[in-house]
């Protein structure tokens, strides 16, 4: 399961094209799927792909974060 919208699986093919929340956050590193796959496994960090990874740990971040609130207050 997605750790960013709990939907789908949790695999860089989802998060890239299919994730609600931050599938978005892809788009500007290429047109298609393989090509953005690519250059997200290249070694290369470059700037964009910088900017994209903090992006997403801090989304995920927020995510754990509401996770442990909502097991403080017995939900799930």
């Known amino acids: 399961m997605c ?10 093919e989802h ?21 953005i796959i690519k ?7 470059g700037e964009k792909k910088g900017k994209i990874l903090r992006k997403l740990w801090k989304e995920k971040e927020k995510e754990k974060e509401k996770e442990k609130a909502n097991k403080k207050r017995g939900e799930d």
């Open 3 to 12: 750790v960013f919208c709990g939907d789908d699986k949790d695999a860089l």
């Open 15 to 35: 998060y890239v094209k299919l994730c609600v929340k931050v599938g978005e956050c892809f788009q500007e590193l290429g047109k298609s799927l393989d090509e």
């Open 39 to 45: 250059i997200l496994r290249d070694e290369n960090l």
